[in-house]
């Protein structure tokens, strides 16, 4: 039904305004208790073969929406309707920022991905922070309740306009004011939009960004996972550097991988994508080289690191082989859009099949 008839009809629609239809949709069925209940029917499968231990909490299940969807955390309550065992919030930079003009976000449908210039186009922390609160005041129970709340996860990255010099600066300030607001939380420092911030991948950047924060977690109660993001187009000597840092430090995992500026085997014409013009590459023509990482990160951290996948997600089978390479848990966003909102469902289902 949703590829048939649904899907047809939203992509008359430019990819943003389906988007905010999408946010408008979930909003309101999460406040009509009839239609909450048959959406959430309909799209979560609980069983307890499904729930995860993974960076010292307990997930529902290890599908869940990676970030870039739900920007200022307004939609954390809402989403675990359609299934999702964790939403991955963000990116939130410190400051607001409108992002890049639009039109910035483009599907390719004979590839079934999209291209995404968005550039970190969000409200910024205090109104994240604010659109949070109520999860630390034991506010977490999502709309309709009995459903086990979902794990939230807080991606951040600085704001374009922050030189490279005082990007440390910039996470750090999120961490601290956001620190009590999410289960666990991710440099980005991979996303291709945002000029200058993929060079921060090195050792040398990435500690400067990540002990600061380690620093600051120590002075805390409350222990928060921290992950870094990575970008599938680094070689594997960057890489390399990058495990360093995590398996050097006290950074708990690495989520892999974000979307690629690559264009290579694409089946769109040429000068439909010249026209598109530049921005990240996600979905099926991401598949192969983000289970690679995956695969590569699992055998030199000796698997003894959690690895969140990220990257091409399109089919059932992609998942169950992210997680055979070494994921600890999955994440789907381009996926969500081509397959509907039954995909996490579909997923999770495929695993207790497994199981059985
Ligand atoms: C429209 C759009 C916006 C995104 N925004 C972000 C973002 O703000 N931060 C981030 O870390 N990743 C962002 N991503 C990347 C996704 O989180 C994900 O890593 C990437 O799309 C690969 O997964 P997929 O092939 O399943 O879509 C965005 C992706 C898309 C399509």
């Known amino acids: ?6 899907r047809p009809i939203l992509f008359r629609f430019s990819a943003e305004r389906t988007h905010a239809m999408t946010a408008w949709g979930l909003r309101l069925a999460g406040r009509l208790p009839v239609v909450r209940s048959v959406v959430k029917r309909m799209f979560t499968l609980s069983d307890p073969r499904l729930e995860r231990e993974v960076l010292g909490m307990k997930f529902t299940n290890p599908v869940g929406l990676a970030a870039g969807f739900d920007k200022d955390a ?4 809402e989403l675990p309707m359609l299934g999702l065992g964790f939403v991955e919030v963000g990116t939130v930079t410190p ?4 992002g890049n003009p639009q039109p910035r976000l483009f599907r390719l449908p004979k590839d079934r991905a999209l291209i995404n210039r968005m550039g970190f186009n969000n409200r910024g922390m205090a109104n994240a922070a ?8 034991g506010g977490m129970e999502p709309p309709g309740g009995g459903h086990p709340t979902p794990v939230v996860g807080i991606n951040i990255g600085k704001n374009t306009l922050t030189p490279p010099a005082e ?6 300030k999120l961490f601290r004011r956001l620190y009590d607001f999410g289960d666990y939380f991710v440099v980005n420092v991979s996303c291709p939009n945002v000029a200058g911030l993929a060079s921060m991948q ?8 990540v002990e600061p924060m380690l620093e600051f977690r120590r002075g805390q109660n409350d222990y928060k996972p921290i992950l870094v993001k990575i970008s599938p187009d680094l070689s594997w000597a960057e890489i390399d550097e990058v495990i360093k840092v995590v398996t050097g430090t006290l950074v708990d995992g690495i989520v892999a991988v974000n979307t690629t500026t690559e264009r290579e085997g694409l089946h769109i014409s040429r000068k439909k994508l010249d026209a598109i013009g530049r921005g990240g590459l996600s979905g099926g023509p991401l598949t192969r080289r983000a289970l690679e990482v995956v695969r590569y990160v699992h055998e030199k951290t000796g698997g003894g690191y959690p690895i969140i996948a990220s990257g091409g997600v399109m089919t059932v089978d992609d998942a169950l082989a992210m997680l055979d390479a070494g994921a600890d848990l999955v994440q789907i966003y381009t996926g969500l859009i081509y397959n509907g909102p039954g995909f996490a469902r579909k997923i999770c289902k495929a695993l207790l099949k497994k199981e059985s």
């Open 1 to 6: 039904m949703y590829k048939k008839i649904i």
């Open 95 to 98: 400051l607001p920022q409108p």
């Open 202 to 209: 090195t050792e040398e950047h990435l500690l400067e960004i």
């Open 74 to 77: 307004s939609l954390y309550r």
């Open 130 to 137: 604010d659109n949070l609160r109520s999860r630390q005041r």
């Open 167 to 172: 990007a440390p600066a910039d996470y750090l």
